[in-house]
């Protein structure tokens, strides 16, 4: 419709222009050029804007059914997990009282797929809640020599813990906490250590 009228309109401005009066003629061509800048103005102030708000609110709000929605709720891409460990080589001799040797496991690469589920959209305060669900798979190729069923022994964090509270409150209480761990360490073979199948 617009473009119709402003076609039209510079229709008879042409018309105009073959008008043999100059003065008439300048006339025209200045109001021509003011009509022009105000319809220019007029696109890059008013439509222009809206449209390109709305096309930008169109993929970037969360709302269902649009755009966003789908990659946000199920990323399409996998994001890529290191796994460093470090591998405890001498469990025996640290249940005997030696310091733990460690060895760094070269990385464990798993790929990550995130997911959003149970969407709960709220109209009230304009926001969605969801329950985030990480799904993760082993990638041997990226993983190198590890094929993902190496055994690594790493300390038991809880047993360090418990050894470092009571050496720093009450070290006179060390003996026991020593005895208490030999025991459990001989009858099931583990204590400070857990051995653990990846
Ligand atoms: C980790 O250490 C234990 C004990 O020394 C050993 O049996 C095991 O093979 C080691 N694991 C790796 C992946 O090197
Ligand atoms: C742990 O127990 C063994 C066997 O019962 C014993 O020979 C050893 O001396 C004990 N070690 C400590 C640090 O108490």
């Not at 419709?1 to 018309?15: D, N, S, T, Y």
């Not at 300048?26 to 008013?46: E, N, S």
């Not at 720093?168 to 026991?176: E, G």
């Amino acid at each position: 419709m617009l473009l119709h009228g402003v076609i039209e309109f510079l229709q008879k401005i042409r018309a105009g222009l073959g008008s043999t009066d100059r003065s008439t003629r300048v006339q025209k061509l200045r109001i021509t050029a003011v009509v022009l800048i105000v319809f220019a103005l007029l696109v890059k102030y008013v439509v222009a804007p809206k449209t390109t708000k709305f096309a930008v609110r169109r993929k970037i709000a969360l709302k269902p059914g649009w755009q966003m929605r789908g990659i946000w709720a199920k990323f399409p891409f996998a994001m890529i997990d290191h796994c460093y460990l470090f591998n405890v080589t001498n469990p025996e001799g640290v249940v005997n009282g030696e310091k733990p040797v460690v060895k760094e496991v070269d990385p464990f690469v798993y790929e990550k797929w995130h997911e959003k589920t149970n969407l709960r959209d709220h109209e009230e305060d304009d926001t969605v809640s969801y329950t985030a669900k990480y799904t993760y798979y082993y990638d041997k190729k990226r993983s190198g020599s590890l094929t993902g069923d190496e055994e690594i022994i790493f300390p038991n964090l809880f047993a360090l813990i418990l050894i470092e509270i009571v050496a720093r409150t009450d070290p006179t209480m060390m003996p026991l906490i020593s005895n208490l761990f030999n025991d459990s360490a001989n009858k099931n073979g583990e204590s400070q250590c857990v051995t653990e199948d990846f």
